[in-house]
Structures are given as structure tokens and as C-alpha cells.
């Protein structure tokens, strides 16, 4: 009996059904980031009830990031070998456990288990394999696709970071954390709504696994406890595994990798220090809680506009020109923050950075299936944002320690907006490079032999001069008897 049913497709619906995975995507990103970048709302009510240091109350933060983040390979697994509803209705339940528990908290290191380790893992299992399940759907409108199921994360954070300072005030931080909880569990709704679908892509993929079917059900003829069948086994697996993560040792996607660590110190931190900071400088609470309000609902609209935008005919092919823009601006905005104090000032700020945020946001997607492809897409996404986790880790507390040892957040945020910019730069010049390069192969190419092909994939030319020759000679073999080209 099949273990769930599977719609099969030759090429992505780009609708149909693919719009409910649209919708599902979009409340997992609710319940998933927008909930994470609340929880900076209840960085103030931490440090006055716990009564410790910016730099203790900021390891919660860091902690959810970072565990969603490094986990994201495990929910990418689950995804591919048991099925994605499987792996979202299990991350809810431990996402809603967790809040549930921290409610209970005496001290902060409760907070960092239960808030931080566990709601962490569950939402490692959502959020990575909902956000594939969209690439597998949508091929001519994936931009678009992921602009709206990327958007929850501003939509959430417009509408619950009110909600959560309200909760806050009336059933103090532990009844928010407690309601939170509950809300949360619709993550396993969302789980329901992801339906697989098999693309011809994904049919094909099995013959250049070196483990046939048939290999694999005679392992299951033999009897459970044999040496042999452990090491056969054994064997599938390494071979599978090696094929899902062959992509680690393409060129394109190390450069992005690496611009990807950058990009992820400089991002985390505002979410944390943005309200406390705004609080610092003398806006009120309820006014600094509705920058976050702002800069959410921006986001929807970076979120929607970039993504139709680079769905367009003169954008498509610059796609990754649009998101290195966009990390870069973020950057530029971090430059400016120092000098804002006072809320008129601040709100442009969050409409800005909110709209380049959701911006690069939606093409990280983009961008990583434009270089795997689509069938890699949900172990490279795992793989991407696994690398946020040690970024999301560290550059909370270091911006806590700049603010605690220097007394001001400036420090904190130059660091913060240099790190993007450097990101940005990265992956502008690794493209000049690689075209750079195309050009003088194709140069070295026409100079050589007029008549040599030139065939590129990446950075790897191909040659066949000889080929054609060796069909020429065949032909006239064929044509004059006796005939010999040596």
C-alpha cells in the first residue's frame, strides 16, 4: 500500500493546487519567523523579571534562530525520506510544546531550552521543507509564488507584534507565551495542506542512483539481522546521500554559501535590538513595538512587488543581480540607524530595510534553484539555511556585548551593516569572474579552431573538434571503399 498519495506531473502545475501550497507556506512562515521575530517584544519583560544583562537576555533570541537554522538539513531529511506532512505536523507539535513550557520558566536557562532548543527544532521541521514543497509546484510564476508565501513572515509580524504587546500587558509574559503556544499548533494544518507531487525530474533521478529497485527489495528478502544486508543497506545510503548533496561542490553555490554567513550576522540583530533601541533613544513602548509593525507589513510589499518584479521578462535573467542589491541597501540602512533618534525618523528606516529585507527574503529561494535546480532544492534550501544558524548564534550576544562595553548601539550597528555589504560585494564580484572567464573561453575558443564547438556548463568547457572530425572520417570511410584516415 502507497504511503501517501502522490499527483503526478511532467513540469510544475504553476497553479492548481500549488496555490493551497502557496497558502500553506504563508502560515508556516506566520508561525515560524514572524513568531521568532516577536519574540524580541519580550526582550524587556526578560531582563526586568530575570534582571540580567543585554547580553544574557539576547542568547534567547539567538538560541531560536540558531536551532531553526542548524536543524533546517534535518527537516530537508525528513522531507525527502518520509514525506513533508510528516515532517510539519511533528515540528508543530514540538514548536507549541516548547512556548507552552517556557511559560513555566523560573530562570533563563529554562528560557534557552525550552523557548530556544525545542520551539527551535520544531520550527526547523517547518520551515525549510514548506518553502521547497513551492519550488516543486511553480516554474514560470516561482517568484511570485514565493513572494506570497514569504510575505507571512511580515503579515505576522504586522498583526502580532501588537497582539503579542497586548497579551503582554493584560496576562503578563507568561500568558502571551502560553497563547502563543496554542497558536502555533496550526502549523499541523499547514503540514495537511502539503500534498507531494512527483515531477519527470524527479522520476529520473533514481537511474543515476547506483542502487537499483531491485537491489533494494532483495536487501529486504534477506534476513534482518545478516552482515550482508547491514552493509548493503549501509551502502544505499551513503550512495543517496552523496547524490542529494552532490551540489556542495559546485563553485556557484560555495560563493553563495559564504556570502550567505555574511548576510545572516548582519540581518538577526535588528529584529532583537530594534525595540529596545527605539526605547533607548524615548519612544514610547506601544510606538516602538509598531516600527515592528511597520517594518512587518513593508516586508509584505518586498515580498510581493520584488518577487512579480523579477518574474518579468526584462528581470528574470537578473534575478541575482536583484538580490545582491537588495542585501546591499540593507546594509546601507544599518549605516543611517546610529543617526535616527527620535519615531519620525525611525519609521522611514523601517519601511526601507522592512522592504529590502523581504526583498532578498524571497529570491534566497530563487537564487539557490536557479544554481541546484529544482530536484536539490530541498537539501541545498536545508543546507542554506543551516548556514544562517551559527550567524544567528553569535551576532545577537556580540551586538549585546558591543552595547554593554561601549554604551551605545553604534558600534553594534556598523558592524552589522558592513557585514551585508561585504555579502553583497562577494557574490557581484564572484559573478564578474565567472563571466570574466566565459568570455575567454568563448575568445580562446573561436581563435583555436573554426570550427570548435564550445559547450559550457559552469566553468567547465567542453570541446568537440575531435568528435566531429571522427564522424568525418567515418563518413567518407562510408562513401569511398578502401578508405583509411591513417
Same mark, same amino acid.
Not at 547580553?55 to 536543524?71: E, G, K, N, R
Not at 515532517?87 to 514548536?95: D, F, K, P, V, W
Given at each position: ?97 516548547? +512556548? !507552552? =513550557? /517556557?511559560? %513555566?520558566?523560573? $530562570? *533563563? ?9 525545542? &520551539? ?57 507565551? +502560553? !497563547? =502563543? /503556544?496554542? %497558536?502555533?499548533? $496550526? *502549523? ?9 507531487? &512527483? ?58 554559501? !559564504?556570502?550567505?554567513? %555574511? ?224
Amino acid at each position: 500500500m502507497a504511503k501517501g498519495t502522490r499527483v503526478r506531473s511532467t513540469s510544475p502545475p504553476d497553479g492548481g493546487w500549488g496555490w493551497m501550497i502557496v497558502a500553506g507556506c504563508f502560515l508556516v512562515t506566520i508561525c515560524t519567523r514572524a513568531v521568532t521575530r516577536c519574540i524580541s517584544i519580550f526582550f524587556v519583560e526578560f531582563q526586568t523579571y530575570f534582571t540580567q544583562d543585554y547580553a544574557q537576555t539576547a542568547w534567547i533570541h539567538s538560541i531560536i534562530d540558531c536551532v531553526t537554522m542548524l536543524c533546517a538539513p534535518l527537516g530537508s531529511v525528513v522531507s525527502n525520506h518520509l514525506s513533508c506532512q510528516v515532517g510539519i505536523m511533528l515540528g508543530g507539535l514540538l514548536a507549541s510544546t516548547g +512556548l !507552552i =513550557l /517556557g511559560s %513555566f520558566a523560573t $530562570n *533563563l536557562k529554562h528560557l534557552y531550552l525550552t523557548l530556544g532548543v525545542l &520551539t527551535g527544532l520544531g520550527f526547523a521541521l517547518c520551515y525549510s521543507p514548506a518553502i521547497a514543497m513551492v519550488g516543486k509546484y511553480f516554474s514560470r510564476r516561482k517568484a511570485l509564488a514565493y513572494g506570497i508565501a514569504m510575505s507571512g513572515s511580515g503579515i505576522g509580524t504586522f498583526v502580532l507584534a501588537p497582539v503579542v504587546q497586548l497579551l503582554i500587558e493584560q496576562f503578563s509574559w507568561r500568558g502571551a507565551l +502560553l !497563547i =502563543l /503556544g496554542g %497558536f502555533v499548533l $496550526n *502549523l499541523c494544518v499547514c503540514g495537511a495542506l502539503m500534498r507531494p507531487i &512527483t515531477l519527470k525530474e524527479d522520476q529520473t533521478t533514481p537511474e543515476r542512483n547506483p542502487i537499483s529497485r531491485t537491489q533494494k527489495q532483495d536487501f529486504k528478502r534477506v534476513a534482518p539481522c545478516s552482515t550482508l544486508t547491514k552493509k548493503c543497506v549501509q551502502t544505499c545510503l551513503c550512495c543517496s546521500l552523496q547524490q542529494e548533496y552532490s551540489f556542495l561542490l559546485m563553485s556557484d553555490f560555495v560563493v553563495l554559501a !559564504i556570502s550567505v554567513l %555574511f548576510m545572516a550576522y548582519g540581518c538577526s540583530p535588528l529584529f532583537v535590538y530594534l525595540v529596545p533601541y527605539a526605547v533607548s533613544v524615548g519612544v514610547s513602548h506601544q510606538q516602538a513595538a509598531f516600527l515592528m509593525s511597520i517594518l512587518g507589513v513593508i516586508d509584505i510589499v518586498g515580498n510581493i512587488t520584488f518577487g512579480w518584479l523579477t518574474d518579468r521578462r526584462c528581470l528574470k535573467n537578473y534575478r541575482y543581480v536583484c538580490y545582491l542589491f537588495a542585501v546591499g541597501l540593507d546594509g546601507l540602512c544599518y549605516l543611517c540607524l546610529p543617526m535616527l533618534q527620535s519615531f519620525p525618523l525611525l519609521v522611514p528606516f523601517s519601511c526601507t530595510f522592512g522592504y529590502f529585507d523581504g526583498a532578498y527574503v524571497t529570491l534566497i529561494p530563487v537564487v539557490t534553484a536557479e544554481i541546484v535546480g529544482t530536484t536539490s532544492l530541498s537539501s541545498a534550501l536545508g543546507v542554506v539555511y543551516f548556514l544562517h544558524a551559527v550567524p544567528y548564534l553569535v551576532s545577537p550576544p556580540i551586538a549585546g556585548w558591543l552595547v554593554d562595553t561601549t554604551g551605545s548601539y553604534t558600534a553594534a550597528f556598523l558592524l552589522c551593516g558592513f557585514s551585508m555589504i561585504f555579502s553583497s560585494v562577494l557574490l557581484g564580484f564572484a559573478r564578474l569572474v565567472k563571466k570574466r572567464k566565459k568570455t575567454q573561453l568563448r575568445f580562446l575558443a573561436k581563435e583555436s579552431d573554426p570550427k570548435l564547438q564550445l559547450w559550457t556548463n559552469g566553468s567547465v568547457a567542453y570541446s568537440v573538434a575531435r568528435e566531429l572530425d571522427h564522424k568525418d572520417d567515418q563518413c567518407v570511410a562510408l562513401t569511398v571503399p578502401g578508405y583509411n584516415p591513417t
